[in-house]
């Protein structure tokens, strides 16, 4: 078990940048999988990226590749999510997610996923 706090978000113009942390309360996100998730009003949390700690093997969404980067730092306490060139469209509630038994062909299902944090906006003004 691990308690997620998420911080970075705020409001930004179409083509700026802003980077998102996903932090470990407690214990290290060793062995685990970090993934980010996002929630647009009237809309369906949906996969963003994801992140295995130890391997550092990540994965995203199609349309944030290229754009997004996944990482973390060499405590293993925290996982970023560096957005760039963003777009009205990626306006939602963020949210992170880790598991430590993620099989890869569950990667980016929500329901993967055991610990989740409260979430942080990202408003995108065109």
């Known amino acids: 078990q691990v308690d997620l706090v998420e911080s970075g978000g705020g ?37 963003v990226a994801t992140l295995r700690v130890n ?28 957005m760039d060139n963003l777009k009205p469209e990626d306006a939602a509630v963020y949210y992170c997610a880790a598991s430590n038994t993620v ?4 990667l980016s299902s929500q329901r993967a996923y055991n610990n989740w944090g409260q979430g942080t906006q990202v408003t995108v003004s065109s």
């Open 55 to 82: 391997s550092q093997y990540d994965y995203y969404r199609d349309s944030v590749k290229g754009r997004f980067t996944i990482s973390r730092d060499g405590a293993k306490k925290t996982v970023y999510l560096q």
């Open 103 to 106: 099989i890869s062909s569950t």
């Open 11 to 47: 409001l930004v113009q179409a083509g700026g940048s802003l980077r998102l942390s996903c932090t470990s309360s407690g214990r290290t996100f060793n062995g685990y999988t970090v993934g980010w998730f996002r929630q647009a009003p009237g809309k369906d949390r949906e996969f």
